[in-house]
């Protein structure tokens, strides 16, 4: 998946939180991306599990979903293999 900062993301349940939310990209690593969690996502009791960290929160890559501004899912650009020289 290419996910890249500013990105928005969707992620579904995950230990941390109970129910799926919506969030930012703010910084990616290997194979997790820190997000700031939309603030409307988030009910009284696990707003209190973050934030000490301001909303964010570490994700796993895999778990996270792009989407555009209306929250639709979109799809991964093909990436082509690149073309060998003729001999």
Same mark, same amino acid.
């Given at each position: 998946?290419?996910?890249?900062?500013?990105?928005?993301?969707?992620?579904?349940?995950?230990?941390?939180?109970?129910?799926?939310?919506?969030?930012?990209?703010?910084?990616?690593?290997?194979?997790?991306?820190?997000?700031?969690? +939309? %603030? +409307?996502?988030?009910?009284?009791? +696990?707003?209190?599990?973050?934030?000490?960290?301001?909303?964010?929160?570490?994700?796993?890559?895999?778990?996270?979903?792009?989407?555009? @501004?209306?929250?639709? %899912?979109?799809?991964? %650009?093909?990436?082509? +293999?690149?073309?060998? @020289?003729?001999?």
């Amino acid at each position: 998946m290419a996910l890249h900062e500013n990105n928005r993301v969707f992620c579904e349940k995950t230990e941390l939180f109970s129910d799926s939310f919506y969030g930012t990209i703010t910084k990616i690593y290997e194979h997790s991306a820190l997000v700031k969690v +939309e %603030p +409307e996502q988030l009910n009284k009791k +696990e707003t209190d599990k973050i934030d000490s960290f301001g909303d964010l929160v570490v994700i796993r890559q895999s778990e996270l979903q792009l989407v555009d @501004a209306a929250g639709k %899912p979109l799809k991964e %650009p093909v990436e082509e +293999e690149p073309l060998e @020289a003729a001999e």
